[in-house]
């Protein structure tokens, strides 16, 4: 009964580089949320997917960043020309259901910590 | 911005029960009390959650406040793995796609003593 499964667990990336980071939702789980940590600080809201669709991103960076959530395989979250201030832990979420019903529970993923050098 | 306001940190003995406030005073009807933690390096994980009467599970207690202003986290005893951040969390709604998100404030440090 795997959980989320992040990957990369930890990427390096020199700057003006691309950073891809992937993310497996628990079995049966058809809602995505992505959250980025930056050091010492809470987790803040960056997108919510479900399959093949952006629900909202309004926690997203206008520019260099996107997520895509497709029919077949993991979501995605792209970084394009990463800077220093893009090193975080980025966190992904799912649920099986939207979070409408105020009980649902979102599961986290162990995270992908991006280093930008 | 988060809808809870937590302590910055607190520290407990080892063995001993630690409760951890939390005040949530524009809380909807509707809106259930969620806690995570966060363990050093690693992602968030659910510790419990509830609407109005307490609750109880494997990990932890949740005493919800009969106004629902406000919960506590019960660790009945805590461990040296129980030193987390711990975060109360309320669902938010995502004005943009009338949607729901949830959002982490700063939460409280716990630090267990041995």
């Known amino acids: 009964n795997a959980g989320v499964m992040q990957n990369p667990r930890h990427l390096v990336r020199r700057r003006g580089q691309e950073a891809r980071l992937r993310c497996s939702p628990m079995k049966g789980h058809s809602h995505v949320y992505w959250y980025r940590q930056l050091p010492e600080e809470g987790l803040k809201f960056m997108v919510y997917l479900q399959k093949e669709n952006i629900i909202d991103e309004s926690g997203m960076p206008k520019e260099r960043f996107s997520a895509e959530f497709p029919k077949e395989g993991p979501s995605i979250l792209r970084i394009q020309q990463v800077v220093r201030g893009d090193s975080a832990a980025y966190f992904c979420?799912?649920?099986?259901?939207?979070?409408?019903?105020?009980?649902?529970?979102?599961?986290f993923g162990e995270g992908s910590w991006l280093t930008v050098v | 911005d988060a809808k809870t306001t937590q302590p910055n940190s607190m520290e407990s003995n080892e063995e001993e029960p630690v409760h951890l406030p939390c005040n949530h005073s524009?809380?909807?009807?509707?809106?259930?009390i969620h806690w995570y933690r966060q363990l050093p390096s690693q992602g968030p994980e659910y510790v419990i959650h509830g609407l109005t009467s307490n609750v109880n599970n494997r990990m932890a207690s949740l005493a919800i406040a009969e106004d629902r202003k406000s919960s506590t986290l019960i660790l009945h005893r805590a461990t040296l793995r129980d030193a987390a951040v711990y975060y109360c969390?309320?669902?938010?709604?995502?004005?943009?796609?009338?949607?729901?998100?949830?959002?982490f404030g700063t939460g409280t440090r716990l630090k267990v003593l041995a």
């Open positions: 969390i309320l669902r938010d709604s995502l004005a943009t796609s009338g949607t729901y998100k949830y959002i």
């Open positions: 979420a799912s649920s099986p259901t939207s979070l409408q019903g105020s009980g649902n529970t979102i599961y």
């Open positions: 524009t809380i909807s009807g509707t809106d259930y």
